[in-house]
């Protein structure tokens, strides 16, 4: 049986041209099926509606959502089989400019084995080699059948993964090494990462208590010096989940650049505290996020608010906020998203396949 949740107090077109499609098997294996529009709004006497379509809005990392124009089709194990991303050509229909496939050599587990990409300006795969026991040992990503790129992964005696290296023709270009506090795969968090690339290196240290990270120490080293330390705390927990994060230091690694993309100049920070705090729902998304920036000195004590604010533009304080309808499955169809004095709406039309 087929259940079609749409929204009904606003107008919306709906679907795309099923000869644009690219009708492969995947969809077959299909439960639920996610089709997700954003715009900008106007004033509607006392109501807001669509004004102009916002292909990305450009904060899917801050709530962890993604707002982009798509359909996502997921089998019965919540991975998903197939993407298509779309937008309006100059006539105002809807046409898709990207579609990837996904197979799985685990679906149960989640473990890809290869990804088909399908774009406008050509062709891209991923293929995932993996042992007999499903462990990941390689991807390897071709475009035009030609290797791009190849990311080699290992492991210790206990399969905890110790290191990633990725290549690129000119060689290796970025890697990753970590260190756990136990050697029991299934019961060890990380508690050092280190990343090498170009002339950088990365290395974070994580605590954790309870199976919850309680804090994370970063450091960023060019050319083996120091150019910023951070150290991020995490506070007031639903479930595993911190709903707040403090983080204090110094971050020296912001740079200005030329149009040429050659440095202008490094940003000299001061010590300073940012602040995150998440409210949740129901249904753990989130309701509120916000964020401060505050100058401190070096017994941590706040001086004012800070001119520095780590890419947040003017931006000392910054306040998002959601509000969400949810259909009968307590999946949300309606998302009104405020941010930077903007509302935006998000649309979600979701069919169920049983």
């Known amino acids: ?60 990392e801050i709530i962890s959502m993604d707002f982009s124009w798509s359909v996502k089709y997921f089998d019965k194990y919540n991975n998903m089989i197939k993407l298509e991303k779309f937008n309006l050509d100059s006539n105002g229909s809807e046409k898709i400019y990207t579609t990837k496939v996904y197979q799985y050599y685990s679906p149960e587990k989640n473990q890809l084995s290869y990804v088909k990409i399908k774009n406008d300006w050509g062709n891209e795969e991923e293929k995932y080699i993996r042992d007999s026991n499903g462990q990941l040992k390689e991807i390897i990503k071709n475009s035009s059948d030609t290797m791009n790129e190849k990311t080699v992964y290992t492991y210790n005696s206990t399969r905890q993964k ?16 970590y260190v756990y506090d136990s050697p029991q795969k299934d019961n060890s968090h990380v508690i050092k990462e280190i990343r090498y690339y170009s002339n950088y290196r990365v290395e974070t240290e994580y605590k954790w208590l309870n199976d919850k990270i309680t804090s994370g120490r970063r450091k960023y080293f060019e050319d083996e010096k120091l150019v910023s330390d951070m150290t991020t705390y995490y506070k007031n927990y639903v479930g595993n989940v911190p709903t707040e994060e403090i983080a204090e230091g110094i971050d020296n690694s912001l740079k200005q650049v030329s149009e ?42 706040t001086i004012a608010p800070s001119s520095f604010d780590l890419g947040l533009g003017t931006h000392r304080q910054r306040i998002y906020e959601c509000k969400y309808t949810y259909n009968q499955k307590n999946h949300w169809t309606e998302l009104l998203f405020s941010a930077d004095n903007q509302k935006y709406l998000v649309v979600r039309e979701i069919t169920y396949l049983d």
């Open 1 to 60: 049986m087929k259940q079609i949740f749409i929204l009904l107090n606003i107008v919306i077109i709906l679907g795309c041209d099923s000869k644009s499609r690219d009708n492969s098997s995947s969809e077959d294996k299909a439960v639920i099926i996610i089709k997700t529009k954003a715009y900008t709004t106007k004033p509607n006497f006392d109501k807001l509606t669509f004004d102009r379509p916002m292909y990305n809005l450009g904060y899917d």
């Open 162 to 177: 110790i290191k990633k290296e990725t290549y690129k023709q000119n060689g290796l270009v970025e890697s990753f090494e």
């Open 260 to 301: 040429d993309g050659s440095v202008l100049r490094t940003i000299e920070g001061t010590p300073f505290r940012r602040k995150v705090v998440k409210t949740l729902d129901d249904h753990k998304n989130i309701l509120t996020y916000s964020t401060l920036i505050e100058d401190i000195d070096e017994n941590g004590q």
